[in-house]
């Protein structure tokens, strides 16, 4: 099964830069669509950015401008550039791998999280 381990989850200070990286195990990267989620506590679990095999990276308006998703499809990596970090970006972040829609076999897999927190 594939698996996802996350790191670059840090303390910062409002205004810094912090870069996140999932790798994938157990398949190849270039075939799933990406994704990063982040969730604080008593919120919703938030959709942070999209990268799909097909189109390019799109944001949530929190974060556009400021964050940047990229591949690395020959390491099966993914990594998320984050710079003017607010304290509203305090939260666990999660990286998230699925199949595209027309894949024989469909199947979602999630990392363990890796914790943000940004201070005032």
């Known amino acids: 099964q594939v698996q996802l381990v996350e790191s670059g989850g840090d303390l910062v200070q409002p205004g810094g830069s912090l870069k996140l990286s999932c790798t994938l195990s157990?398949?190849?990267?270039?075939?799933?669509?990406m994704a990063w989620y982040r969730q604080s506590p008593g919120k919703q679990r938030e959709l942070v950015a999209t990268y799909t095999r097909s189109a390019a990276p799109t944001y949530a308006a929190a974060v556009k401008g400021r964050f940047i998703m990229s591949r690395d499809n020959a390491n099966d990596a993914v990594h998320l550039q984050m710079n003017s970090l607010k304290p509203d970006d305090t939260a666990v972040y999660y990286c998230?791998?699925?199949?595209?829609?027309?894949?024989?076999?469909?199947?979602?897999?999630w990392g363990q999280g890796t914790q943000v927190t940004v201070s005032s």
């Open positions: 157990g398949g190849v990267l270039s075939f799933h669509d």
């Open positions: 998230h791998a699925s199949t595209p829609p027309w894949a024989v076999q469909q199947y979602e897999a």
